[in-house]
């Protein structure tokens, strides 16, 4: 086998040699120098059978490859780089961030679409064709061609840390802390989900105790009662725009048409048997919330008032606002819905059900018609701020306490709640900042009702410790207001300014 395997002259003595092999031997075959192709050196290996086996095997294995140089394993050698850091003061950050959020572009985006980015880019002050990493600084450039987007962009970065690491350091006014009048009120009705307090544009407070209206007169100070002899509960008021005409709302869900001048009743609205608990007027239609979730519209100028009927909450409705243009109405309710309704429609334009608890708190910015500031009860306690363009939520308030009414400011950017459970406060807040400027004790019990002056400067608390008491708030000169201009019609111009309450 092995002149075989060598290629080489077989010898008879190998083989019977083999046999008598016990432990396994390397061989070493000797070159030819005849044959020079033989290799010099070769590893044999031997198998053997066991010891008990009659035949063992000498199996000697050379081959022409193993004369081949050994080949050698060469690695792939990766590109490497030399380890930069950056050079923060160089970058734009905010530049960087831009163009990090908006790399991953989907295919699907057109011209027009990459045209609008960078007209946002542009206008927000953010280069779209920056470096994210700068790694080292900027070359001196002069300064009548120093690229006005990046100064902006870094004079936004710079506020924006600002912002997020300093506290708001703007002076704060004075807000008074005490009321400037007190009036009793007795036998107030303690309940969260009534409405019985308002202010007319003539500066006259409408407040419902138990079967009996009062009128006070802020500018003389004079009361007078309102000729109510029916022995049904009111439940709910509102003033008219022009502050002639005062709607009462009682328990068996009749609608009153009043005229306050003349203290006269001019007509009741019947049809429904259900608890009427809030109202709000648009023009010559008187919106109704009752007790049984449902909202009606009533003209008050025909003889078949109902003109539509609004289904979109599960409980009892607590609160109702009209927009100022009277294109939207906000509903709050006890199922902890808000709901935006459009005049047009007889469906909400949108729901939100972020509250937690019963709606009553509404009110519409005077400065920003498509702000609605919404407070929830006592099992959530905040104030939610909604865009009724996008239907988004724009900010959120925990304020720690039941809130009972919202009134935005016309004089400064700031919103004031009136609050129940477990503080019974006032509290004044800055907008957007959402800063706290003031807490100010309020009564011994809940606050259930609150109204705005028609100057915009007094709010009036009504609370269960039978006390009405009046805050000057927003003082102001009077010189400007924050109303937008659609909003300063003929009649707003001729509002008093309470100087005094008399």
Same mark, same amino acid.
């Given at each position: ?7 080489g002259p ?7 040699a083999a046999? #008598?092999?016990?432990?396994?031997k390397p061989?070493k $075959? &000797?070159s030819?120098s =005849? =044959?020079t192709?033989?290799?010099s050196?070769?590893f044999v290996?031997?198998?053997l ?9 000498l199996?000697?294995?050379g081959k022409?490859w193993l004369n081949?140089p050994r080949?050698?394993?060469?690695? #792939?050698?990766?590109e490497?780089? %030399?380890?930069f850091i ?5 970058? +734009? ?5 831009f163009?990090l959020?908006?790399?991953k ?10 045209d609008? +980015?960078e007209?946002? &880019?542009?206008a927000c002050g ?7 990493l700068?790694f080292?600084?900027r070359?001196?450039?002069?300064? !009548?061609?120093t690229?006005a987007v990046?100064?902006?962009s870094q004079d936004?970065?710079?506020l924006?840390r600002q912002r997020?690491?300093?506290?708001d350091?703007?002076p704060?006014?004075?807000i @008074?802390?005490?009321p400037?009048k007190i009036?009793?009120a007795p036998?107030?009705?303690d309940d969260?989900?009534l409405?019985l307090l308002d202010w007319s ?5 409408? $407040?419902a105790?138990d079967?009996?209206v009062?009128?006070?007169? /802020? %500018?003389?100070g ?5 000729n109510?002899?029916?022995q049904?509960?009111?439940?709910s008021?509102? *003033?008219s725009?022009?502050g &002639?005409y ?6 068996t869900g009749?609608v009153?048409i ?11 609205m019947k049809g ?9 007027? =648009?023009k010559?239609? @008187?919106?109704s919330?009752a007790?049984?979730?449902s909202i *009606?519209h009533?003209d008050v100028r025909?003889?078949k008032?109902k003109?539509?009927e609004?289904l979109g909450h599960?409980d ?6 009209w927009?100022?243009d009277?294109?939207?109405l906000a509903?709050?309710? !006890?199922d +902890?819905t808000v +709901?935006i309704w459009?005049i ?9 059900? =972020?509250?937690?608890?019963a709606i009553? /708190?509404? /009110?519409w910015c005077?400065w920003n018609?498509n702000?609605?500031?919404t ?9 939610h701020?909604?865009n009724?363009?996008?239907t988004?939520?724009?900010?959120s308030?925990f304020t ?6 919202l ?6 950017k ?5 609050h129940?459970?477990?503080? !019974?406060?006032l509290?004044v807040?800055?907008?957007p900042?959402?800063n706290k400027?003031a807490d100010i004790p309020?009564?011994?019990?809940r ?6 002056s028609? %100057?915009?400067q @007094? ?6 410790d039978e006390n009405? #008491?009046? *805050?000057?708030?927003?003082?102001? %000169?009077?010189s400007k207001?924050l109303l937008?201009p659609?909003q300063?019609t003929?009649?707003?111009a001729?509002?008093?300014r309470t100087?005094?309450?008399?």
């Amino acid at each position: 086998m092995l002149s075989y395997l060598l290629k080489g002259p077989s010898t008879p003595s190998s083989s019977h040699a083999a046999q #008598k092999i016990t432990k396994p031997k390397p061989v070493k $075959v &000797a070159s030819s120098s =005849n =044959n020079t192709n033989r290799p010099s050196s070769l590893f044999v290996q031997t198998m053997l059978k066991r010891s008990h086996s009659a035949h063992s095997t000498l199996d000697i294995i050379g081959k022409d490859w193993l004369n081949s140089p050994r080949p050698t394993k060469t690695l #792939k050698r990766k590109e490497s780089y %030399d380890r930069f850091i950056p050079h923060r003061q160089s970058m +734009n950050l905010a530049s960087s961030q831009f163009n990090l959020a908006n790399k991953k572009e989907t295919v699907h985006l057109g011209q027009d679409s990459k045209d609008y +980015n960078e007209q946002v &880019a542009k206008a927000c002050g953010l280069a779209t064709d920056a470096r994210i990493l700068a790694f080292q600084p900027r070359p001196p450039q002069d300064g !009548n061609k120093t690229d006005a987007v990046t100064r902006k962009s870094q004079d936004t970065t710079r506020l924006v840390r600002q912002r997020s690491n300093v506290e708001d350091d703007t002076p704060r006014r004075h807000i @008074v802390s005490t009321p400037e009048k007190i009036l009793d009120a007795p036998y107030m009705t303690d309940d969260y989900y009534l409405n019985l307090l308002d202010w007319s544009c003539q500066n006259v407070v409408a $407040v419902a105790l138990d079967r009996v209206v009062y009128l006070w007169n /802020a %500018d003389n100070g004079e009361i007078q009662s309102l000729n109510y002899q029916d022995q049904d509960l009111v439940t709910s008021l509102s *003033w008219s725009a022009d502050g &002639a005409y005062l709607a009462l709302g009682v328990e068996t869900g009749n609608v009153q048409i009043w005229d306050v001048k003349q203290n006269s009743k001019l007509r009741t609205m019947k049809g429904r048997s259900s608890l009427v608990g809030a109202m709000s007027w =648009n023009k010559f239609l @008187v919106s109704s919330g009752a007790k049984d979730g449902s909202i *009606w519209h009533h003209d008050v100028r025909i003889a078949k008032h109902k003109t539509a009927e609004l289904l979109g909450h599960e409980d009892r409705v607590c609160g109702m606002r009209w927009r100022s243009d009277g294109q939207l109405l906000a509903s709050g309710g !006890n199922d +902890n819905t808000v +709901n935006i309704w459009d005049i047009r429609s007889s469906k909400p334009k949108f729901s939100k059900r =972020n509250h937690v608890g019963a709606i009553k /708190a509404l /009110a519409w910015c005077p400065w920003n018609l498509n702000l609605l500031a919404t407070g929830g009860g006592r099992e959530d306690k905040h104030i939610h701020f909604w865009n009724t363009t996008t239907t988004g939520r724009v900010n959120s308030i925990f304020t720690g306490a039941q809130v009972t009414s919202l009134h935005w400011s016309k004089h400064y950017k700031e919103i004031v709640s009136t609050h129940g459970y477990p503080k !019974n406060q006032l509290s004044v807040w800055s907008y957007p900042q959402l800063n706290k400027l003031a807490d100010i004790p309020g009564h011994d019990s809940r606050i259930l009702h609150s109204a705005l002056s028609p %100057d915009g400067q @007094v709010v009036a608390t009504a609370a269960a410790d039978e006390n009405l #008491k009046f *805050w000057r708030i927003f003082e102001h %000169d009077g010189s400007k207001e924050l109303l937008l201009p659609r909003q300063r019609t003929d009649q707003t111009a001729l509002l008093r300014r309470t100087t005094s309450l008399r």
